[in-house]
């Protein structure tokens, strides 16, 4: 019997250990040998999962194609790309995901470009979820075609926090403050609540779709039954197709269930385009320009036909997971330590493994390190939006996943982290951690100069 080499090392990967420096065998492999790229350059997000050969690639090249489209104003003579607006942030998925990487926040005084804010007011829709704000609607889309009016737009100041470590040195963070200008229908209403989100980086999402939503729940511990102070609850979403609620996973806050739903909603919320699961222009009453505007009319009345959107849903499903650099040197692996001693990975869950699905044989059953549980946890007042989402509540945010974060200098030319991109480096990343992971937090605080770098070593590595 001849072995491929993937075969040979799937067999190695999956006897696995630990040969007792800490270095687990096969650790490197994010999404398993099935779906770990190495590439640790600009492109270093962009790949397609190597366990998908031949003909079972043509779809992912689709879908890479229509993620970089600029989609343009309807009706145009390129049928298939038209649609774009009424009103819209964006006017392609890779304008905001560059690279499939991590977006940012925009400079003072310059507009939004690979972020956005969603706005809502206090109740709940008939799905669970937010309540639009009744004029700008979920999200505020700064932009609109010829003679519609864009929503306006939305700036951040920064204002620097002072902390110190327990060893004396000092630090700071920035805290962001939202202004709104040039509102296109007056001030927004009372009480509306807002939400700052960058991009997130899109490599390897597939693998956590295919977790089992039975494995994620069994992480969640609303009442913190076992006393470690982590709670962590699961998210519970509305899903259009299915009309009924799911376990939510995508989005800073876990408010979607699947990429596919995540990215109709996107194609309509960021571009404006219409799909099947979202048919309807996102126009609220109030902005009647937008109402009347002329749409894409492609064969079956929406602007974003079913293949188009299978090609999209294959493509951010086959994205393949960054693998790890430097796994084996003695500063990462000391971080490795630290990570687990701090509670760490009480959220940012490090091993996986992934179920079985009809569509994506590749992927079944891999044993997949993406350092999340998929689960919301209250992070503290530092970080908290205040504004809920489905199950999820103003303090809380998903965990996200950590692989790839060394890698938004190469990919995305910043090291700005979290939901709103505040931190401007892993360590302000930590830094800001509070609520259920005020301990973790603590921890770090108290940590040496030298073991703090070692912790970074190990989140470069990621
Ligand atoms: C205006 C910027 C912008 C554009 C354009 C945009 N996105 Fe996003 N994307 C975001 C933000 C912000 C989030 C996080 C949303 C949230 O937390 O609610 C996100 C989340 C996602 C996620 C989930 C990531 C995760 O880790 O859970 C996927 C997948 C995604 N987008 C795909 C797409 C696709 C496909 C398109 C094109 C149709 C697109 N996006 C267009 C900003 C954008
Ligand atoms: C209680 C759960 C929890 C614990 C414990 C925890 N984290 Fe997190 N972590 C989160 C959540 C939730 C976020 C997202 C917060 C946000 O964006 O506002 C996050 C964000 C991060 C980020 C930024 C990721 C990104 O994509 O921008 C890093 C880095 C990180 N955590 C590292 C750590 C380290 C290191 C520790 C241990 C010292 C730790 N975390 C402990 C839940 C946790
Ligand atoms: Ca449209
Ligand atoms: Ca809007």
């Known amino acids: 019997m001849r072995l491929s080499g993937l075969a040979i090392l799937s067999l190695v990967v999956a006897c696995g250990g630990d040969d007792g420096s800490g270095y687990e065998l096969g650790e490197e492999y994010a999404g398993d040998v099935a779906a770990t790229s190495f590439d640790a350059t600009a492109t270093a997000f962009t790949h397609i ?33 038209d649609g774009l607006g009424p009103t819209f942030n964006q006017r392609s998925c890779s304008s905001c995901h560059s690279l499939d990487g991590r977006g940012r926040p925009p400079e003072p005084g310059q507009p939004m470009i690979s972020s956005l804010v969603r706005l809502s007011v206090p109740g709940g829709d008939v799905d669970g979820g937010p ?16 003679g519609v009016p864009g929503e306006g737009s939305a700036e951040l100041s920064w204002d620097e926090v002072p902390g110190s470590y327990a060893d004396g040195t000092s630090y700071s963070l920035r805290r962001p403050t939202v202004t709104f200008r040039d509102l296109a229908f007056g001030p927004l209403a009372a009480g509306t609540m807002t939400s700052v989100r960058v991009a997130p980086h899109v490599a390897g999402l597939g693998l956590l779709e295919l977790v089992p939503e039975a494995a994620v729940r069994a992480l ?6 076992d006393g470690d102070g982590i709670s962590g609850r699961a998210n519970q979403v509305w899903d259009v197709a299915a009309g009924a609620t799911r376990l939510g996973r995508f989005g ?21 385009i219409t799909s099947p699961l979202f048919p309807q222009q996102n126009c609220p009453r109030a902005q009647t320009a937008c109402g009347a505007a002329p749409t894409g009319d492609p064969p079956d009345g929406v602007e974003l036909e079913a293949g188009k959107l299978d090609d999209i849903e294959y493509y951010s499903m086959t994205l393949a997971a960054p693998g790890r ?39 079944d059953d891999l044993t997949i390190r993406p350092y999340t549980d998929l689960l919301v946890h209250d992070l503290g007042d530092g970080l908290a939006d205040g504004r809920p989402d489905h199950a999820a509540d103003g303090r809380e ?19 700005l982290y979290l939901h709103d991109g505040r931190a ?6 930590v830094l800001w951690h509070g609520g259920e992971a005020e301990a973790s937090r603590d921890g770090f605080r108290a940590l040496s100069a030298a073991e703090r770098a070692e912790l970074l070593a190990f989140l470069e590595s990621l």
């Open 49 to 81: 999962a190597p366990a998908f050969e031949g003909a079972r690639r043509d779809a992912f090249f689709v879908g890479d194609s229509i993620f970089d489209r600029n989609w343009v104003i309807a009706p145009s003579s390129t049928s298939g790309i």
């Open 131 to 146: 309540v639009g704000e009744p004029v700008y609607g979920g999200q505020l889309n700064p932009l609109g075609i010829l």
């Open 220 to 225: 969640a511990d609303p009442e913190d039954a």
């Open 252 to 272: 800073w806050k876990a408010n979607q269930p699947s990429l596919r739903q995540q990215s109709a909603g996107a194609f309509l919320g960021d571009i404006g």
């Open 325 to 363: 650099r430097r796994v084996q040197d003695a500063d990462v692996l000391a971080g490795k330590a630290h990570f687990k001693a701090l509670g760490c990975a009480g959220c940012h869950t490090p091993v996986m493994v992934t179920g079985r699905s009809a569509a994506y044989p590749e992927l």
């Open 397 to 415: 945010w998903r965990t996200p996943p950590l692989w790839g974060i060394g890698l938004f200098q190469v990919t995305n030319g910043h090291t």
């Open 424 to 429: 401007r480096d892993l360590v302000e990343a």
